[in-house]
């Protein structure tokens, strides 16, 4: 600690919590939505419920492992660092999340697989429309009993811009949409360059079709015949449908389909994705990494033959989002663990030229041109057409960065959720404490005359600053404010006016031993901020010890006790020392009746005057 002879220079505090407080608010007006509005809880504005319904492949209950694990991803998905208000509850066999505000596509997002793989595309991307068209033409010349207009394909061919056959020379196709300019992270539908190659094609082996499932006129394996005509038909009592168990009948159909190493199940699963490229993908999440798989992408515009993967979302170190300079869009940086790293440094290396298609729940999400080895463990995804927001791209990062879920959900109709105490508690409470704010103020005002005022400008620097960081924090990481985040403001609020009254107090215990105004404010603040620091750490760690442990609105409360704890310190050291100082200093401020030491400076005389007469004695 610095002597109180020291030099001191309070237009410098000051200035420097000038500049700390115009930059949070230039961050406030001049980022994001730029409205200076903190966002609210569940309990304050109400929210969003949405319920997410786990599947899986074989239509069996989901575990209570697989389902507690779900539930742990989803929270940190929507939680982050544990103060948005959310909640992620388990009823049944299914997920039910609370979000703060009215958007329900936020909740749905959360409930999404997130399985991420990297597979090489077979072929060039296929316009979902020239497909549509072909299949239309051909539908025209088979009701006129002649061939298809234009020299289109015989029913049951290759639609036009389709992947050479798995096993069959590759050619480049000048309807493709693959830029050979384009960098590693180019959105997947740019234009084409006829003169790149395609790229290299990967053989499969032969494998029957997958058997259909049987019409409703044949009888499935295993069950009895129809009775013949004239014999009556046995009683029987069919048993209501099992939800899970057609949806496992439709994911093993769009499996055999969809990842086939046949051909021919190949180019017609190409023309079957054509009219299903808008509509909620079955398999989504579900698919397998060790088989190809024809797939849509994520703008529904084209469709995509890919290899096995090559690298999986688990096999990621960490993901951020961010603006690239270069491409003026925003990306996600991806960073892969050691392994992983190798398998894509030696992969762009050897496979340059050629389309690579990062896949999430089954859906092409880019699908850049490798135009260079990419060593390092690093690269980047790009949107397709729309590309990506700060949002989404903010979004797509947290996903990555936490894992993919043991379950795929499928959601139900978005409900919105009342709330629970309402804009009219809310303001009552607040009222309620701007009447006992005001109260302090005025306690301040007749027991410490000017100093109180000094602490009612503290206290509403220190509030300005508290506002302007709370909106900043609901926009960055997604905080939400609620009562009990109002009550840690509040009793934060209250420890800063206990370091008022420490400082104020040392500063009458100087007095008392015959100092003046002027030389005992800076020996006091010297005795002062020691106790003033000591109390604020260990508010401030009963809050992080609260914050680490507890759970829920217990998380926002410690949050906003630690931030104005913090600010508290800042904010007598940058402010209210300064201010001080700056009134000892002034003759007018030194008097008895404005600054309210009169009663202690007549104490300080009497024991004068009573050392005095001691030492005649």
């Not at 508290?568 to 201010?579: G, M």
């Amino acid at each position: 600690m610095a002597s109180s002879s020291a030099p001191v220079h309070p237009y410098r505090y000051l200035t420097l919590f000038l500049v700390l407080l115009i930059g949070v608010y230039l961050l406030v007006f001049l980022t994001g939505d730029k409205r200076a509005d903190p966002k609210l809880g569940i309990d304050l504005q109400g929210g969003t419920r949405v319920t997410l319904t786990a599947r899986t492949p074989d239509g069996s209950r989901p575990t209570r492992d697989a389902l507690n694990q779900a539930q742990q991803i989803i929270g940190a998905r929507v939680n982050g660092l544990g103060v948005s208000g959310s909640e992620v509850v388990i009823d049944g066999d299914n997920l039910v999340i609370t979000v703060p505000g009215n958007d329900s596509n936020e909740a749905r997002n959360l409930g999404q697989t997130a399985r991420l793989f990297i597979r090489p595309v077979i072929g060039q991307p296929i316009p979902v429309d020239a497909i549509k068209q072909q299949l239309n033409a051909q539908q025209g010349g088979a009701q006129q009993g002649g061939p298809p207009p234009g020299g289109a394909p015989a029913p049951g061919g290759p639609p036009p811009g389709a992947p050479p056959a798995p096993g069959a020379p590759g050619a480049a196709n000048p309807e493709a949409p693959a830029n050979p300019e384009a960098p590693a992270n180019a959105p997947a539908n740019a234009p084409a360059n006829p003169e790149v190659p395609a790229p290299q094609p990967r053989p499969y082996p032969a494998e029957p079709a997958p058997t259909p499932p049987p019409s409703p006129a044949e009888p499935a394996p295993g069950q009895p015949a129809a009775p013949a005509p004239g014999q009556p038909a046995p009683p029987a009592a069919p048993a209501p449908p099992d939800p899970r168990k057609d949806l496992a009948a439709r994911i093993k159909f769009e499996k055999e389909l969809r990842q086939s190493t046949n051909q021919n199940l190949l180019l017609i699963a190409v023309q079957y994705m054509a009219g299903k490229c808008d509509q909620q993908d079955v398999l989504a999440g579900n698919d397998d990494p060790n088989l190809p798989l024809v797939t849509c992408s994520q703008d529904h515009k084209y469709i995509y033959v890919l290899d096995k993967s090559i690298i999986s979302g688990d096999q990621i170190k960490n993901a951020s989002s961010g603006f690239d300079q270069q491409s003026g869009a925003f990306v996600v940086d991806v960073e892969f663990k050691d392994k992983a790293a190798t398998t894509w440094a030696d992969f762009t290396a050897a496979n340059i030229g050629t389309q690579t298609a990062f896949t999430l729940d089954s859906e092409v999400v880019s699908a850049p041109q490798i135009r260079e080895a990419i060593p390092g463990g690093r690269t980047q995804i790009s949107g397709g057409n729309p590309p990506f927001t700060a949002d989404s791209a903010k979004q797509l990062a947290n996903v990555l960065k936490y894992g993919s879920l043991p379950l795929s959900f499928e959601s139900s109709e978005a409900e919105t959720v009342s709330a629970t105490l309402g804009l009219a508690s809310l303001r009552a409470g607040l009222i309620a404490g701007a009447i006992g704010l005001a109260l302090v103020l005025v306690y301040s005002l007749l027991y410490y005359r000017v100093l109180g005022l000094l602490t009612a400008l503290s206290l509403v620097a220190s509030g300005a600053m508290v506002f302007g960081i709370l909106v900043l924090l609901g926009r960055y990481i997604n905080y939400t404010l609620d009562l009990a985040g109002i009550a840690g403001l509040i009793i934060g609020i209250g420890t800063t006016a206990d370091s008022f009254v420490v400082f104020f107090e040392r500063i009458k215990d100087e007095i008392r031993e015959g100092r003046s105004f002027r030389s005992a404010v800076p020996r006091g603040w010297a005795r002062a901020r020691k106790t003033i620091l000591s109390g604020n750490a260990v508010t401030f760690l009963a809050a992080a010890v609260l914050y680490f442990l507890a759970v829920g609105q217990v998380k926002g409360f410690a949050f906003t006790l630690g931030l104005t704890t913090i600010l508290d310190v800042v904010v007598v050291f940058l402010v209210t020392w300064p201010l001080v100082y700056l009134a000892s200093k002034s003759p007018t401020m030194a008097k008895p009746a404005l600054n309210g030491l009169g009663a202690v400076q007549q104490i300080a005389r009497e024991r004068r005057a009573a050392a005095s007469a001691t030492g005649r004695g």
